[in-house]
């Protein structure tokens, strides 16, 4: 149509992001990318990061090579907590670092994030938790970060925040947030994804395409988060269900280049455009239950879905997300352009239920959730996510998504 071709875009803003190395083996430039932030690097990893193929022997040579010496190293075993980071901050903060380096999953890129934005700031990360009493601006500056990650979900290696977790029934968990903290280099070697299990590749795969889902929905999507939201999911939507079924099989090297693809720009998508319910509703979940991430948008994110567009439906017939939604549903579930919009949008429901099944995803009720506890989950999940939600969802709207994901 004319009127669609003359029609101006939207005004956007595009903040950081990191200079991105991608491709399989490109963990070899590493030690030289490394070098040309400093001397001196502080390296954060997780407790099986570097342990296939003497991939640690081989990085530490590679770092001697290139003039790093690595004057600190600390390890991550879960989802980081405000303790753990201050005290990696607090043990390295004398030691002149340059560079911080994490090599990991999410929890680990997300611990070298926050201990690099505290290195120079003596204060603990509590002081810059969004949503905490008595939270504070944090004043910087950050040591510089290169991110590696070794799994294909959260996106970190992208982002602004890191999330900092406190479990428990009166847990939260909070985001260190500024963009500042964008890592300078992300370095993303599908290789690294090799040896993931089937559980693993299911909870990230389905982090990643929540993040993307939810993204192009957002109430603050532009033309550039829409255009690479578009194009992760069509990588998950070849790659993940490819390699959850066979890990090792024939197609498994494509298909991880596809989630680690994917990953990377849902961690684009979700630092300029925000996400949404199942994102408000995971927050909660994983500071009152031992739930990881991954796990809570899996198990709500085709509910989540249902309620947005039937209540969209019924609210808001005219809201722009409502042909967003259908042109997912074309998109995931393979449906010719000329598909009815609705039609579109009942295929997308489907299609992301179906997808729960075949990645055998557990409901919330295997971690401990019970009806009783829904309404403390609700009470806690009005967060930045919900905010950018296409619709706000009543509070029963949100208990009969958790209860359906029980």
């Given at each position: ?9 939207p005004a956007f803003a ?237 197609g498994a090297a494509a ?152």
């Amino acid at each position: 149509m004319l009127a669609d071709v003359l029609a101006a875009l939207p005004a956007f803003a595009l903040g950081r992001i990191p200079r991105i190395t991608f491709g399989a083996g490109s963990l070899a430039r590493l030690p030289e990318i490394t070098g040309s932030h400093g001397q001196r690097a502080l390296l954060i990893t997780g407790a099986r990061s570097l342990a296939a193929g003497g991939r640690r022997d081989v990085l530490l040579a590679g770092f001697a090579a290139a003039g790093v010496t690595v004057a600190g190293e600390a390890v991550v075993a879960g989802e980081p907590s405000p303790l753990l980071v201050d005290r990696i901050a607090a043990a390295n903060r004398a030691a002149a670092i340059d560079v911080v380096v994490g090599i990991g999953g999410g929890s680990v890129l997300d611990t070298a994030k926050a201990v690099a934005g505290l290195l120079r700031v003596d204060a603990p990360v509590t002081d810059f938790l969004e949503g905490l009493p008595g939270a504070r601006p944090w004043p910087g500056p950050s040591v510089p970060f290169v991110a590696v990650p070794t799994t294909a979900g959260t996106g970190s290696e992208a982002t602004r925040n890191a999330v900092i977790s406190e479990r428990g029934p009166s847990g939260y968990k909070r985001s260190f947030r500024d963009e500042r903290l964008v890592a300078a280099d992300a370095v993303v070697d599908p290789d690294l994804l090799a040896g993931s299990t089937p559980v693993l590749i299911a909870t990230q795969g389905m982090d990643a395409l929540t993040q993307l889902l939810e993204a192009y929905t957002s109430l603050k999507a532009g033309p550039v988060t829409d255009a690479l939201a578009l194009a992760g999911l069509e990588a998950a939507r070849d790659g993940l269900l490819v390699w959850h079924a066979d890990p090792a099989g024939p197609g498994a090297a494509a298909a991880r280049s596809r989630m680690a693809f994917a990953a990377l720009l849902s961690g684009i998508c979700l630092a300029h455009a925000g996400l949404g319910a199942v994102h408000g509703l995971a927050s909660p979940l994983g500071a009152q239950l031992p739930i990881p991430h991954g796990a809570a948008c899996g198990a709500t994110l085709a509910g989540v879905t249902r309620t947005n567009v039937e209540a969209l439906e019924r609210r808001s017939p005219d809201s722009p997300a409502l042909p967003r939604y259908a042109v997912l549903g074309r998109l995931l579930a393979r449906l010719p352009e000329a598909t009815p919009d609705a039609a579109a949008r009942t295929a997308l429901v489907e299609t992301l239920a179906s997808w729960t099944t075949a990645l055998a995803m557990p409901g919330l009720g295997s971690y401990g959730l019970e009806p009783a506890g829904i309404p403390a989950i609700i009470a806690d999940a009005r967060g930045s996510s919900m905010k950018t939600n296409p619709v706000v969802l009543t509070d029963d709207e949100l208990a009969t998504i958790l209860a359906g994901a029980l």
